[in-house]
C-alpha cells in the first residue's frame, strides 16, 4: 500500500525541523511585522483624512486620501500573505487607532508619511530577504516613491 510523504516524517521530526528554522526567520518576521504596523497607521491615516474631506465637500480632496488608503491598504495585505507564506503569524492590528491629523497641512502630513514610508523600505537590509520578499519590499517602494511624487495613491492595479 502507498504511503503518503508526511508518513516518513514523524510529527516530531517536523516540529524539530521548524523550531531549527525559527530562530533564522525571527529577525525578518519582526521587521515584516513592523513593516506591516506601520503600513496599517498609515492606513488608518488616510482613511481618516479621507472621511474628513468628505465631511468638508471636498470632494476631488476626498478622492486623492481614497487612493493612497487603498494603495496602503494593499501593501498591508500584501505583508500580510507573505508573513503567511512564511510560516508566520502576523499580529493582531485591528484595535490600532489613527493618531489625528488635520485636513489643513495635508501636503505636509502626505509628503512626512511618505518620506518616512520610504526610508523604512530603503534602509531594510535587501541581504537578509528572500527573492520573493525582496521583489514585494521592491514592489512597495517604488509605489511610496510615486506616492511622494503625486502626493496621491491608487498605482496599485491589482
Ligand atoms: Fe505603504
Ligand atoms: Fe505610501
Redesign the pocket.
Known sequence: MARYPSDDQPVGDLRAARAEREPENGELFERLGELRR??KL??LVYRHMAARAEAAGEVELAHRFHGLHA??Q???SRLTARMLELGANPADLSTLQAPPASLDDWQEIVRTS?AA?IDR?RSLDRSDLDEVTRSLVDE?LS??ER?AQELGGKWTVA
Do not use: N, P
Request: zero cysteines; charged letters at 40%.
Open positions: 506601520a503600513e498609515q492606513a494603495d496602503e494593499h501593501h498591508l511618505e514610508e523600505y512597495i509605489v511610496e506616492h
